[in-house]
């Protein structure tokens, strides 16, 4: 049984959890049915981070609708606390929101993507390095996985190494050494938490995409008609605990 403290960074729509739960719940049920149990901790409330990682096999963090451009005194203890796990010999991964901080904590800058906002189905490729990293066995070099960011990793901070990107973000996963893994997509959303997250952000996408010359009502359905499984999610995430810990 693989022991994992899960760091919660924000908490999702309330339209959201009424349907598909929380963020927390999206990875129990990627990984508990494999033998893994969670000790979650909501950082972002402020819950106080344990003195060290000892007596967990791995720590993950999760997404958020807080941004690591607005950096808040909790995102940095998080982030000390991750950086530190690794250095004792635990093994991190940060989605999305995590992967961000992760790539802040090692000097990289995290800004507003100029293409605009990534969500849906999307597909990723991964690079030479991609393909020869753990994180990645048995993942094809173009798989699907489920997207929703604004913010982006920048560029990989030096000693860091882009692992997978696309059109849309050029760095989708990065390697901070041996132990530390960040992916920008969310490889624990399954298609009824997408359908969920973009339901509820319907207004926005509309907005946003009239300002990029869609026409009216054309975005939305596009988003929830491409729609798609996505089982290189729960390959990355079994792979990370398999490989890592």
């Not at 760091?7 to 739960?21: E, I, N, Q």
Request: hydrophobic share 40%; proline share 7%; glycine share 10%.
């Amino acid at each position: 049984m693989k022991n994992v403290l899960l760091l919660k960074a924000g908490d999702a729509a309330p339209s959201v959890r009424l349907t598909v739960g929380d963020y927390e719940r999206w990875f129990v049920e990627s990984l508990a049915p494999g033998g893994c149990q969670f000790d979650i901790l909501h950082v972002h409330r402020g819950a106080r981070l344990p003195d060290s990682a000892e007596g967990y096999d791995a720590v993950m963090m999760t997404g958020s609708p807080l941004s690591v451009t607005q950096p808040e005194p909790w995102m940095e203890r998080a982030a000390g606390f991750m950086v530190d796990a690794a250095a004792h010999g635990v093994p991190v991964l940060g989605v999305c929101f995590g992967h961000q901080l992760l790539a802040y904590a090692h000097g990289a800058r995290v800004v507003r993507n100029q293409r605009g906002r990534e969500i849906g189905t999307v597909e990723v490729t991964l690079n030479e390095a991609g393909r020869e990293d753990p994180l990645f066995d048995g993942v094809s070099e173009r798989f699907t996985v489920q997207a929703t960011h604004e913010d982006i990793v920048e560029q990989a901070p030096e000693g860091a190494t882009v692992l997978a990107g696309n059109a849309n973000t050029t760095v989708q996963a990065l390697a901070f050494g041996p132990l530390i893994r960040g992916v920008q997509f969310h490889p624990e959303v399954q298609p009824e938490a997408m359908r969920a997250l973009i339901l509820a952000r319907q207004e926005k996408l509309e907005v946003e995409a009239t300002q990029r010359g869609y026409s009216p009502g054309e975005r939305v359905p596009r988003l929830l008609a491409g729609i798609a499984p996505s089982p290189a999610g729960r390959r990355i995430l079994s792979n990370f605990l398999e490989r890592f810990t």
